[in-house]
């Protein structure tokens, strides 16, 4: 309670850490898996490339942007936009970074996938109340590079060669979630069990918190954060990485992109797509492992398809060992789970349940 029911609260939480005393938004964790070193007096902003059309926000990803497009974008907004201060950095797809030198965290953003079809200029930046003389300026600063992005992007290339096509642009950029570099205790110094720990994902995000948490991150080759990933391929290093690791955190961002597109046949594929081709071959293979392997089942926050935006509600999850004795729940979804044996935890109690057992 208190913070934004977003990706970078949550799998933090997941995680164990205490969000009160490590949050910084997402600019800094996106920042450590980029592999930008943030400086003293840096500031970090998560930016995505997205798409606004006749006054509104149409889509938070720039219309399913590719990582190849959108470097040559940030190259463009950093020639015109950058400068001694002010830096682009590429990220994944349409997620980026924005640093600026300087920059107050004190400030009110509204990230982009939870306004689809909003009008963008009352979402504009502003002060956080009681920091307004502190934090006037980055604001200022900032609503003044969305407008200049939203002038500068559409002149390129790319983005002409979208709208002859009739599809959607990157046509504007959208900040939101920064602070500066957390402290975060790695998961070895909290947990006794963990020695060694890996995490598998597409996300800059995800990878960016198992850095700070003492993963090593794990790159899967085909792996996108779309419905389209490589499922298979994230299985089997979630596997090579059991065999060496204490600990394996793996991610997958399909069902959350197509929840905010709307999209319910595609969120249900991906579900699907999850049990069988994730899922199921990690736990088959964690059978004949010698050494005994806990599994947990969870997702980070929900993003029902008729909202198409995160909700801050209790997520189910199913925690599973050879010879755990079972409760009466029969099937894993939102309504069943209500019912479970674990009960209602809360900030690190999922986290210390998990490592018990």
Same mark, same amino acid.
């Not at 400030?107 to 306004?115: G, M």
């Not at 002060?127 to 934090?135: L, R, V």
């Not at 060694?196 to 899967?220: C, E, F, M, P, W």
């Not at 209602?344 to 998990?354: A, D, I, K, S, Y």
């Given at each position: ?78 020639? &015109? ?31 982009? &996938? ?6 963008? =200029? ?11 003389? %502190? ?15 939203? %002038? ?36 070895? =110094? =909290? ?40 499922? %298979? ?67 980070? &926050? ?7 935006? &995160? ?19 029969? =099937? ?26």
């Amino acid at each position: 309670e208190g913070f934004p029911p977003g990706s970078e609260v949550a799998n933090t939480a997941i995680l164990g850490y205490d969000l009160n005393q490590v949050y910084e938004g997402r600019g800094p964790l996106e920042a450590a898996s980029i592999g930008y070193d943030m400086q003293p007096g840096d500031f970090a902003i998560r930016c995505n490339l997205i798409t606004v059309e006749e006054g509104k926000i149409v889509t938070h990803n720039g219309g399913n942007l590719q990582t190849a497009d959108a470097r040559v974008l940030i190259d463009f907004l950093n020639e &015109h936009l950058g400068s001694d201060r002010v830096k682009f950095i590429c990220g994944i797809q349409y997620r980026h970074l924005l640093v600026i030198k300087g920059g107050s965290k004190h400030i009110v953003c509204n990230p982009p &996938h939870d306004h689809p079809d909003e009008p963008w =200029q009352p979402l504009l930046v502003k002060p956080e109340e009681g920091y307004e003389q %502190e934090a006037e300026e980055t604001a200022r600063l900032l609503n003044d590079l969305i407008v200049k992005s939203q %002038e500068l992007l559409p002149t390129h290339p790319y983005n002409q060669a979208k709208a002859a096509r009739g599809e959607r642009q990157a046509n504007s950029i959208w900040p939101w979630s920064g602070g500066y570099r957390p402290a975060m205790p790695t998961l070895q =110094q =909290q947990y006794p069990q963990v020695r060694t720990g890996a995490v598998i994902s597409a996300v800059d995000l995800i990878q960016g918190i198992g850095r700070y948490a003492g993963l090593r991150i794990v790159k899967v080759p085909g792996a996108t954060g779309l419905a389209d990933t490589n499922y %298979e391929g994230k299985a089997q290093a979630a596997i090579d990485a059991l065999k060496q690791d204490d600990f394996v955190f793996v991610h997958v961002e399909a069902t959350d992109e197509a929840g905010h597109d709307g999209d319910l046949d595609l969120k249900l594929k991906a579900i699907e797509y999850l049990d069988q081709r994730l899922i199921r071959p990690i736990y088959e293979a964690t059978l004949t492992m010698a050494e005994p392997v806990s599994i947990a089942v969870l997702p980070d &926050h929900l993003t029902p398809v008729e909202q198409r935006i &995160h909700v801050g509600e209790p997520v189910p999850f199913l925690i599973y060992y050879k010879g755990i004795e079972p409760d009466q729940v029969q =099937q894993y979804d939102e309504v069943a789970c209500v019912g479970g044996g674990y009960g209602l935890l809360r900030l690190n109690q999922f986290m210390q349940t998990f490592m018990s057992v």
